[in-house]
């Protein structure tokens, strides 16, 4: 039975990656920070994983952990997500997302050299290492340009992996863009948008409030992104792998979608633009272009912008009216 390790478990795409591997019959492993946390998580994670206790910044902890589970497939996907609060705490940032990164590589190439059995790695990268990018889309070869605490930290993650690899650990490390699904939380425009079209649908009236609505990001879908993961992780040739949609929207454009989803006309009556939510710097022009992962691992995303919004809207449409 082929045995993996999930660090980030109780987030969006640990949830979604815990189901898919439980459902598949692979024993699942993971990782959760504190008790607290566990308990929090516990609703949305199949009973099947195995949880355990403790911090990436924890390096002889997460060692031990590791070379008692003795993992086939081991998956990155913890790290704080916010880049808001990456300008807040940059030093946990570092820690977390970078340090605990190269931390969780250093174990498995540690039980890969004491076991002799192959370990596979999948790093959890994301476009923000490429900052304001010099070109779109951005591929393989794109210059690596982080602008803000949390793309640095992915960014030194990023070229640890590809310096694992070069030790002779198969790590992939996946440039995931934004990608999203009921399991968003709220600090994410997407599920801010979606809530929000459920919550005035319902009550009949209602404003949400915005930042830049001009804003433009490439959104796909959470389990298209954790099936590329996925394939990355059984593909026979390790490397860095973009993962994206390929297509941007505007956050109005995706404020009209819910809306209309929900059945609410003109949904420029009950939206505002509070500058409290405008960003002083925002990444612009990041768009994806996912043709090595299309070729190498076969992997397509099946899900479009229209169903994405729809998905989001019908949940939160259907937990107001349960
Ligand atoms: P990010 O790409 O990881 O920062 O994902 P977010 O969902 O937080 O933000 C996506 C885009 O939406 C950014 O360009 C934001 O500036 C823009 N945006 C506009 N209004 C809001 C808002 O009210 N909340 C958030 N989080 N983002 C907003």
């Not at 570092?94 to 076991?115: C, K, R, S």
């Not at 779109?136 to 640095?152: C, N």
């Not at 500058?275 to 022009?285: H, L």
């Amino acid at each position: 039975m082929t045995r993996a390790f999930v660090t980030g478990v109780t987030g969006q795409d640990g949830t979604i990656l815990a189901r898919r591997l439980v459902a598949e019959g692979v024993e699942v492993h993971g990782l959760v920070r504190d008790q607290d946390d566990v308990t929090a998580s516990s609703a949305e994670r199949p009973p099947e994983v195995h949880v355990h206790v403790a911090d990436v910044r924890d390096g002889p902890g997460l060692a031990r952990i590791l070379a008692t589970v003795a993992p086939d497939e081991v998956y990155n996907l913890a790290g704080i997500s916010s880049v808001a609060y990456s300008w807040e705490h940059p030093v946990t940032t570092g820690e977390v997302t970078g340090v605990g990164a190269v931390a969780l590589f250093e174990a498995a190439h540690q039980v890969q050299e004491a076991t002799g059995r192959q370990v596979r790695v999948v790093h959890a990268s994301s476009s923000e290492i490429f900052g304001i990018p010099d070109r779109s889309p951005q591929d393989e070869h794109t210059a690596i340009r982080p602008v803000s605490p949390y793309g640095a930290a992915k960014a030194y993650a990023h070229q640890m992996a590809g310096i694992y690899r070069s030790r002779g650990l198969a790590v992939s490390s996946c440039v995931l863009y934004n990608h999203e699904s009921p399991l968003r939380p709220m600090a994410f425009v997407t599920r801010k948008i979606t809530a929000g079209a459920a919550r005035i649908a319902v009550s009949g009236e209602g404003v949400l409030s915005l930042g830049n609505l001009d804003a433009r990001r490439d959104w796909g879908w959470a389990e298209d992104y954790v099936d590329a993961m996925v394939r990355a992780a059984r593909h026979d040739h390790p490397g860095d792998f973009v993962i994206a949609s390929g297509q941007t929207r505007s956050v109005a454009e995706f404020v009209e979608a819910a809306f209309a989803r929900a059945h609410i006309d003109d949904w420029r009556a009950h939206v505002r633009v509070d500058p409290q939510f405008v960003r002083p710097v925002d990444a612009s022009d990041v768009v994806g272009d996912a043709s090595r992962a299309k070729a190498e691992l076969g992997w397509q995303p099946t899900i479009g912008f229209e169903e994405v919004v729809g998905r989001m809207v019908d949940h939160d449409l259907a937990l107001l009216r349960a």
